[in-house]
């Protein structure tokens, strides 16, 4: 898949780099390094683009992430000490104006630095911790426990009979969205059980036939999206009203009118999340 | 797919109680209750099948998981102090004697009580947790945060050149085996990018058309195991030493008298390894 939002990243992510701290330590050096602009956790555009600035001369390696490498020029950002807040408005107007590669090395930065801030102690024995491996660990100086980023896998999926497709409208969606079904994949089970589970937890259906269509990292804080269509059995459900206020069949022709922009009998997700893919992919 | 190792787990997860403290608790009281046997974390087995016995009267809820439910019955685990040790000769042993569907529910008992016992201090401020939502979860007593198990992706990949297969072999597996090579997935990429990454990382192979082919949970201790083919633009190799010491192009036919038992060339992993089913669905 192409053109999924938050993919097409184009930083190498220099590996070697993160298990050489002296080689790190001189990339922060290099007069030609860039460190990512960011509010908070907003990115501060510049042109349309990504917004850029030296490193400074004082800066410390514990404090910073190496985001990857491009074209011999080394990109990093700083850590943030509080973790970020949920997306806001002009978040989303920014990540609509990013090119895709940008929004990617974005979604990166943005989950590795709210991790860093959620992780500062070490949940094995309770001491604080520091960042190693160039950002992208901390280490517990008291009992030597190593902890990595969390990738949190969700799956998200279209359960469809009889040529039409089941969508789902949680309580917090803008007026008149639906969108694909979609939760949290459990240690122990597989991403087609998962999608199993989800659908008949939600929505009472139980499906066969679980199809991988594509997968998209979201950076809120840090999720992998796992898109899937499943076959129902049949089109009776029973809706799980904590987690949706209403579910309904569409057919082929109203995805492709809602994905057009005719939002009379549902509206869509926005482009850059995979739940439109998939809707698109469906639809086809 | 069907068959692959720790799927087909037959209990119901039951979110609903996980929700409900005081069903919680009357389930953990029913007198048809079980509590999987485990010593340590390894099972323990009765003719060739996961050992149960009942809940000990003074069980507090506090110290169990509930696996789910199965006719009506739930299924328990109880917390173990220390978190576990590596695989075992014995464990392996064991896990080839269970049905798929019992090598599922101990795959998700082992991960979830592991992951209490690396996680017994909240990450965002140092303070001691306690269990809730019937042991899927922690909550820190003095901040408030949640914490729930970790699923760690790793994608487990075929790069694919003029009818061969790249395997690798890292210097901890048994004598002459190869497998697929493999790499956690990082925050901000897709299943298909980290796909791309990993073989160029570990053996220098730039490849193309990434197509999904399976999954399975993996609990040791706790990843979700992403197979995937992909076609690499040439067959040149460049080996990271630090991850392989050596790495081979294969034939179809290599790969089918290795599946089949003869060793002369290369031994394949396990059956119930996810390696095992991406060999025999690329040899096909």
């Known amino acids: 898949m192409n053109g ?25 050096a290099d007069p030609a ?10 990115p501060v555009m510049a042109e349309g683009r990504l917004g850029w600035t030296a490193i400074a001369p004082d800066a410390r390696p514990e404090d910073h992430v190496l985001l990857g490498i491009e074209d011999g020029v080394p990109h990093f950002a700083r850590l943030v000490a509080e ?16 090119a895709a590669g940008e929004a990617a ?3 990166a930065a943005r989950s590795v630095l709210d991790w860093h801030a959620r992780h500062g102690f070490c949940a094995r024995c309770g001491a604080a911790t520091a960042p190693f491996r160039a950002g992208w660990g901390r280490r517990c100086p008291a009992c030597g426990t190593e902890h990595f980023p969390r990738v949190d896998p969700v799956v998200i999926m279209i ?17 008149g969205r639906y ?17 199993v589970r989800e659908l008949f937890e939600e929505a009472g259906v139980r499906v066969r ?28 459900l029973a809706i799980d009203t904590t987690e949706l206020e209403d579910a309904i069949w569409v057919s082929r022709d109203e995805v492709r009118a809602a994905l057009a922009g005719d939002a009379s009998r ?5 482009a850059y999340a995979i739940a439109h893919t998939l809707l698109e992919t469906w639809a086809r």
Chains 1, 2 share one sequence.
Do not use: K
């Open 179 to 195: 969108s694909a079904l979609a939760g949290f994949l459990e240690p122990g089970e597989s991403i087609e059980e998962a999608v």
């Open 159 to 175: 359960a469809e009979h009889d040529g039409r497709a089941l969508l789902g409208r949680q309580p917090a969606f803008p007026p």
């Open 105 to 107: 090395t974005y979604a």
């Open 209 to 236: 036939d679980v199809r991988y269509i594509a997968s998209q990292p979201w950076p809120f804080p840090s999720s992998l999206m796992i898109a899937c269509v499943a076959t129902a059995l049949d089109d009776r």
């Open 266 to 270: 549902f509206g869509v997700p926005p």
């Open 83 to 98: 973790p970020a807040a949920g997306r806001s408005v002009e978040m989303i107007a920014a990540l609509h104006a990013l």
């Open 4 to 28: 999924l939002g938050f993919t097409g990243g184009r930083l190498d992510r220099a590996d070697p780099l993160r298990h050489d701290e002296p080689g790190f330590a001189a990339a922060l």
């Open 33 to 42: 390094a860039r460190l990512l602009i960011l509010n908070e956790y907003q």
